[in-house]
């Protein structure tokens, strides 16, 4: 009796060929983190960010070259449907992406949102019209449907005390893409004005004056290309058992269990009927809206010019305080974030986050009353608290996202996500375009003139944000039930 005692009740059973249970049992056999299979998300995260972010600091040109706005007023309006299209193609397929990671595998997946980054994003560097830049970027947001499955392999690809710091990677790496992205735009757009001695105006980037960055992102892309070939899969490629409230993949089951037991995925509770899935989603979506408009209107407001409220800034000087603000974001989320998670949570992370970032905004407009080198250090730092701010707040709603559904349906729980807050940054920049040239034309007005209706406007998303995180909006499941 004390020996069978001691014998275990359940055992974990790997069915043959199944990538999912193979790689549930190299997790099983090592401990430590799984370095390679962070290095695929990393690289994967980043090159997909880059061609999103890197528009941004030369979108003012762009549009500006492309004699599409009459007044210099009007840049913001035109270049925030720019940025919309690319949003607007994800809402389209995000599902769809998503319910495919779960029948075909995380791989496939990736390897086609990959590839679209390769040819469309080179495409928009060759634009000579406004319509073709916004379809360019449109067929790279459809045809790229990768976030959402690799947040669920970046859950799948973890022991369970290292999710945190598997997430923070995906957060890490696209928070990094959107600071290196218009770092690199702001360097290497216009360089036959730029650098005279290398390029010179007939010459092809001489023609095409945006292509040099889009083909440098392009080319990252096509090397993660090439290197997703050795990429291991994680979806289980066979009916699963019921553990608990998660079905698993490597299983822990009683081996005399009936198979009546097994669960097929039309048996599974409803992704909309899952309220802690819903309820993280819509938050989500608030902030999303705030991250993208705040992305928009930041380097619109750097590069314009003082008398409109602007700084007056250079591409390349937005570039140098979004490359620190991205050495930041790295050390702060691989180091720090996973050791705030542990001992606050994600709900207490992303309150406490989301009450430090509506200061620092308030006191963006003020910075056009500085000196230059005053003004580079008070917008480094407030450029570094937001960025760090605002990645804490969407690692922490990964983290609630993943864990609030089974494996077998995180691709399309993280598809429907993607749907969902692609269709609120799709709104984002041109809601923040056609704000920021509004708030330009009323620089004497009483109340918040000028860029503080701006930044006025993105606090009350900010705060709307905030309070959505409470009871009775918000629903936690158990395992992070810190209220």
Not at 22 to 47: N, S, T
Not at 70 to 91: C, L, N, P, Q
Not at 223 to 241: G, Q, R
């Amino acid at each position: 009796m004390a020996q069978e005692g001691a014998s275990p009740l359940l055992e974990k059973v790997y069915v043959p060929g199944c990538p999912g249970c193979q790689y549930d049992r190299k997790k099983d056999l090592h401990e430590g983190l799984p370095y390679k299979e962070f290095l695929y998300v990393w690289m994967i995260c980043l090159a997909t960010a880059l061609p999103v972010s890197s528009l941004f600091s030369f979108l003012y040109f762009m549009i500006r070259d492309l004699h599409i706005a009459k007044r210099t007023e009007d840049i913001g309006f035109y270049a925030g449907f720019v940025g919309a299209s690319f949003m607007f193609g994800r809402f389209l397929t995000s599902t769809f992406w998503g319910i495919a990671a779960d029948r075909i595998g995380r791989k496939p997946v990736v390897i086609i949102g990959t590839f679209s980054v390769v040819i469309f994003n080179t495409l928009f560097g060759l634009s000579t019209s406004y319509w073709m830049a916004i379809a360019t970027r449109f067929l790279l947001g459809a045809l790229n449907g990768l976030l959402g499955p690799i947040r669920a392999y970046a859950i799948e690809i973890c022991r369970p005390e290292h999710e945190a710091l598997g997430l923070s990677l995906v957060s890490t790496a696209w928070g990094i893409g959107l600071v290196i992205g218009p770092a690199l735009g702001g360097y290497l757009a216009l360089p036959a004005e730029k650098f005279p001695e290398f390029f010179s105006r007939e010459s092809f980037f001489g023609r095409f004056p945006y292509s040099l960055p889009c083909l440098c992102t392009s080319v990252f892309a096509l090397a993660v290309l090439v290197s997703c070939i050795w990429m291991p899969e994680t979806l289980h490629k066979h009916k699963v058992h019921k553990s608990g409230n998660h079905s698993v993949g490597a299983h822990m089951i009683d081996p005399e269990e009936e198979v009546e037991q097994s669960v097929s995925l039309d048996d599974k509770k409803s992704l909309f009927k899952n309220w802690p899935l819903m309820s993280s989603i819509i938050i989500y979506c608030v902030f999303s809206f705030y991250n993208m408009a705040y992305t928009e209107v930041f380097s619109l407001w750097a590069e314009s010019d003082r008398k409109y409220g602007g700084l007056g800034l250079s591409s390349e000087n937005v570039g140098q305080v979004l490359a620190v603000t991205g050495v930041s974001l790295l050390v702060f989320q691989l180091c720090i974030y996973p050791r705030i998670n542990k001992v606050l949570g994600p709900v207490k992370s992303t309150r406490i986050a989301a009450i430090l970032c509506i200061p620092i905004l308030f006191a963006y407009p003020y910075m056009t009353y500085l000196s230059p080198p005053g003004l580079s250090i008070i917008l480094n730092i407030a450029s570094v608290l937001n960025i760090n701010l605002s990645a804490t707040i969407i690692t922490s709603i990964f983290i609630l996202q993943n864990n609030a559904v089974p494996q077998d349906q995180r691709g399309a729980a993280n598809g429907l996500s993607m749907t969902a807050m692609s269709l609120f940054k799709a709104v984002a920049p041109a809601v923040a375009g056609i704000i920021f040239s509004w708030a330009q034309k009323r620089q004497q007005a009483f109340f918040f003139p000028g860029d503080q209706m701006v930044f006025f406007v993105l606090n009350v998303v900010q705060f709307l944000g905030l309070v959505l995180t409470f009871e009775p909006f918000m629903s936690v499941s158990e395992q992070h039930d810190t209220r």
